[in-house]
């Protein structure tokens, strides 16, 4: 049966969740070539680490054919996005590949949530709020479990790219591989966060 594309607005770009059965996909290769990266190379990747959760979804497109399209739960979107490291780009792809990082999931859940929760969004936690307890890393989370984190995650990252003191950044990395480890997601060494950009001395 072809499965219906919902087409979401974010920077100037289009990204299109898929419904199956209720449950969000999210089609790759548009935010992959949003992004700027090569498709081929990417496909590869997602289809390696993500193997056990990719889905192949069959859509029906404005000329009225069928295409094939390689999708990951909407849920296993942050994943794959952090995998892309901001420092092994070309340098006029890395304000929008972070942007990516920090953004286009939260996007897609409240979109989804407001679609499927009576007009509802899912709010996204604030600094203060504290992070769910995740000792015990084997029990599965739910999905506002998955959102705190994975928000958390981004604030750590941003955290990190703003301090110029190593031994804060160095603290705050432990943290931010402990919810990696916990979401089962990739992250670069502390060496690829870049350090916050130092005006020169006013003489």
Known sequence: ????????????????????????????????????????VQQRKITDKFKSVVTIM???????????????????????????????VAPHLKDKIARYQEECDAVLWN???????RGQRIQLLAPRDPIPEIENSTLPLKISDLLTLQEQKRQLMRQIRQSDCSAERAGLFISLRRISDVLGEDLPELNDFSWPTRLPALT
């Open 58 to 88: 069959v859509t029906t497109g404005k000329d009225g054919k069928s295409y094939e399209m390689v999708c990951l739960p909407l849920t296993k979107l942050a994943g794959w996005l952090y995998s892309v490291n901001p420092n092994k």
């Open 1 to 40: 049966m072809d499965t219906q594309l919902i087409n979401i607005p974010f920077h100037g770009d289009t990204l299109v969740l898929l419904d199956d059965d209720k449950k969000p996909l999210v089609a790759m290769r548009p935010i992959v070539e949003n992004m700027g990266l090569a498709w081929q």
């Open 111 to 117: 979109y989804w949530s407001g679609q499927h929760q």
